[in-house]
């Protein structure tokens, strides 16, 4: 077993458990999106990037893009996040809400694509 793959392979697959728990519930309902799970599934993203830069492989080049793009869709939710949120705090509203939702989802593609490549690559190199 090769512990720097199990290492990776957790960051990849945490980041997508926590992109999901973001996204999980109605976008209109702005109760249902928690801005922590959103804080830590970035800086599990960025984590996971910076494992990825060590791969010089095709399939790390997919891993690396595939994470660039979720890293930069999260961030920007929550930039979104912070410029909708008002002065007396209460979080965004219910048209933002589901702009940052739909921002994440786009996030959680980028994340699924990432983890079945990670996927497809370990049961291919157990062969």
Known sequence: ???ERVVFGFFV???LSLNYAFVAGGAEVTAYQNVW???????VNLVAIGLKLGDRSQIGALLLAS?????????TARVVWIVAEPEGGGGPGPGEMTDIVSIARGAL???????VILVG???????
Request: aromatic residues 6%.
């Open 67 to 75: 994470g660039l793009v979720a890293g930069l869709l999260l961030i």
């Open 1 to 3: 077993m090769n512990f």
């Open 109 to 115: 593609i980028a994340n699924i694509v990432a983890t």
């Open 37 to 43: 799970i959103l804080t830590f599934a970035i800086i």
């Open 13 to 15: 697959i945490l980041t």
């Open 121 to 127: 690559d370990t049961l291919l190199s157990r062969r």
